[in-house]
């Protein structure tokens, strides 16, 4: 994640929610060859969560489709929130290139939630098999109207020409898809 500061500097921040678990075991097989037969993206969105059950994977080893969308919607609402309480962190940040499935995860969601989700797979098709090139992204803004309540800002995610508003309530429930299927990966860990 990179923002640039008022004087133009970039400065840049790494965190344990925008990371990448490539988990075991068969999990860990199948994507290495949807990665290398650059079909990668589409599976992440359609198919990592249910493989991630199927093969008992650890959500702390394995990073799925609604774990990672959740953990960048609770890394922009951790952000917002910081901006919100006046610790002069920016409120506008651009997400540039990860590990592939990560911020894309999240803008599908976002999109799907605003736009459908036959937008949403456009899009994510428009991107391609292996996820954002180098140095692409999205720009998310927050945007706080009332210091004093938290419902009253909302978030902005602008990909090239168009942009979603999202209620701080939509991000919350991104972020709890992710802590739900965390849980539900955590519960079949135990099952025999």
């Given at each position: 994640?990179r ?43 359609h ?81 391609g ?22 419902e ?32 539900r ?8």
């Amino acid at each position: 994640m990179r923002w640039f500061k008022e004087d133009g500097e970039v400065e840049m921040t790494k965190t344990p929610l925008l990371t990448f678990q490539t988990g075991d075991g068969e999990f860990k097989k199948v994507e290495y060859a949807h990665d290398k037969d650059n079909t990668y993206l589409d599976y992440k969105i359609h198919e990592s969560d249910d493989l991630a059950l199927k093969t008992k994977q650890d959500p702390d080893k394995a990073t799925t489709f609604s774990t990672q969308a959740g953990d960048v919607g609770a890394f922009i609402f951790a952000k917002v929130w910081e901006a919100y309480n006046g610790d002069s962190v920016p409120n506008s940040f651009d997400f540039a290139t990860s590990h592939g499935g990560v911020l894309e995860s999240f803008l599908y969601k976002v999109i799907k939630m605003k736009e459908g989700e036959e937008e949403a797979e456009e899009i994510i098709a428009e991107i391609g098999g292996t996820g954002f090139d180098y140095n692409d992204g999205f720009e998310v803004e927050g945007k706080i109207y009332d210091k004093n309540d938290v419902e009253a800002w909302n978030i902005e995610v602008a990909y090239k020409d168009k942009l979603y508003k999202l209620s701080s309530g939509d991000l919350v429930q991104i972020i709890e898809e992710g802590e739900e299927f965390k849980k539900r990966m955590r519960e079949n860990l135990k099952k025999e």
